[in-house]
């Protein structure tokens, strides 16, 4: 089968013209988003080692340690390019943190998510550079120090 499109003089570059618009916009939206990191639960405890203990002493880690908190950074973690301006609010017994992050970040934009109570480990993973906003949704887990953590960056 073969479709043929007459067109009345004139009309053709106007429809193609129109035609090239519409497929990039389309093809723009139908585009799928670049997927959002979520921070692993916990980090298991054969991935912590000790090292240069004093002598004599032994090492032992008890337990994995599991996810305390997540926030948007300028920047890798190791440069604590913690951000200060954020929102937030109280959401059927959740914790909601809202960061805008439409201003310039020269380092990057990077995912911050810390372990133990104290959020002595981090692991951090960079995001893509047109994200605007980020909102952090967070419920204590059933672990001490533990949360449940959701992401949803736009």
């Given at each position: 089968?073969?479709?043929?499109?007459?067109?009345?003089?004139?009309?053709?570059?106007?429809?193609?013209?129109?035609?090239?618009?519409?497929?990039?916009?389309?093809?723009?939206a139908l585009a799928?988003?670049?997927?959002?990191?979520?921070?692993?639960?916990?980090?298991?405890?054969?991935?912590?080692?000790?090292?240069?203990?004093?002598?004599?002493?032994?090492?032992?880690?008890?337990?994995?340690?599991?996810?305390?908190?997540?926030?948007?950074?300028?920047?890798?973690?190791?440069?604590?390019?913690?951000?200060?301006?954020?929102?937030?609010?109280?959401?059927?017994?959740?914790?909601?943190?809202?960061?805008?992050?439409?201003?310039?970040?020269?380092?990057?934009?990077?995912?911050?998510?810390?372990?133990?109570?104290?959020?002595?480990?981090?692991?951090?993973?960079?995001?893509?550079?047109?994200?605007?906003?980020?909102?952090?949704?967070?419920?204590?887990?059933?672990?001490?120090?533990?949360?449940?953590?959701?992401?949803?960056?736009?």
């Open positions: 089968m073969r479709l043929r499109i007459a067109f009345t003089k004139g009309l053709a570059p106007r429809f193609l013209a129109a035609l090239g618009g519409f497929t990039a916009i389309a093809a723009h799928a988003p670049e997927p959002v990191p979520q921070c692993p639960q916990f980090i298991e405890q054969q991935s912590v080692q000790l090292i240069n203990t004093p002598a004599g002493w032994t090492t032992f880690v008890h337990e994995p340690l599991y996810l305390h908190g997540a926030a948007p950074m300028s920047g890798p973690p190791k440069e604590l390019g913690e951000l200060a301006d954020y929102s937030e609010k109280r959401d059927k017994g959740a914790m909601v943190y809202t960061y805008k992050l439409d201003a310039p970040f020269p380092a990057g934009k990077w995912l911050s998510c810390t372990y133990g109570e104290g959020d002595q480990i981090s692991l951090g993973m960079r995001l893509a550079d047109n994200i605007k906003v980020c909102t952090f949704r967070q419920k204590k887990g059933p672990h001490v120090g533990e949360n449940y953590i959701a992401i949803n960056c736009q």
